[in-house]
């Protein structure tokens, strides 16, 4: 697996409560996506990073923040959860040095609002 | 909506079996697509990927054939096995660096011996 670590890999939280997903990456690469995957929807982007501190809005990014200070640690953090943000979030990296480049994947994190 | 989607939720096949899943794409300014296997419990990982000045690639026991006319793509498992069972997902990435992978639904494969 390429140097993805996702924290925690799972939790439980209360409906209304602030949570946030940390995605950690050795491998230096300048772009970092977060999706979400749902049964019958596959994989959506929620948002993505381009660089430290530059960041962009994906197709499911209501209720989604994100930060990156750092080129090694891009967060995605849920102000106040609801239970349609239940899902298995995975974190990418890809070094978009060219066009065709494919994204790595980090192991996911499995979100559960109750 | 969806850019890239796939044909058949569903696929078994017997051990040794050859395997196809479809995938069509609907935009035609797409030039760079992959494949990428998810097991359970696991994120996704890359199979196999071609650029759209091609229409084959070949790699272990699979192949990946692009149509640009009819904007599909399919996945070839040659001599399938039950370690193949996971679930396919095409992808495609813009015509910009960075850009963020668009995904279908998946197919989920199931290979009985």
């Known amino acids: 697996d390429a140097g993805i670590t996702q924290s925690p890999r799972h939790k439980v939280t209360e409906t209304g409560t602030p949570v946030t997903l940390r995605c950690h990456q050795t491998e230096n690469h300048r772009y970092m996506y977060w999706y979400r995957q749902d049964p019958g929807h596959g994989l959506r982007l929620i948002h993505y990073s381009y660089g430290v501190k530059d960041t962009d809005k994906g197709e499911v990014s209501d209720g989604y923040s994100v930060s990156r200070s750092k080129t090694e640690d891009f967060l995605l953090t849920l102000e106040s959860a609801t239970s349609s943000q239940t899902s298995v979030y995975f974190c990418a990296i890809s070094d978009g040095r060219a066009k065709d480049t494919e994204a790595f994947f980090g192991q996911g994190t499995r979100l559960t609002v109750v | 909506g969806e850019s890239v989607g796939l044909h058949l939720p569903t696929l078994s096949v017997q051990e040794g079996d050859n395997s196809i899943i479809n995938c069509a794409y609907s935009?035609?300014?797409?030039?760079?697509f992959i494949w990428y296997k998810q097991e359970s419990g696991k994120g996704p990982q890359f199979i196999i990927d071609i650029r759209s000045n091609m229409d084959k690639r070949q790699g272990q026991r699979v192949t990946v054939l692009l149509n640009k006319t009819v904007k599909h793509l399919s996945l070839q498992i040659a001599a399938t096995q039950p370690g193949d069972s996971a679930v396919y997902f095409c992808?495609?990435?813009?015509?910009?660096?960075?850009?963020?992978?668009?995904f279908g639904k998946g197919t989920t494969l199931s290979v009985s011996s």
């Open positions: 935009n035609s300014a797409s030039d760079y």
């Open positions: 992808a495609e990435n813009g015509h910009q660096a960075g850009t963020a992978l668009i």
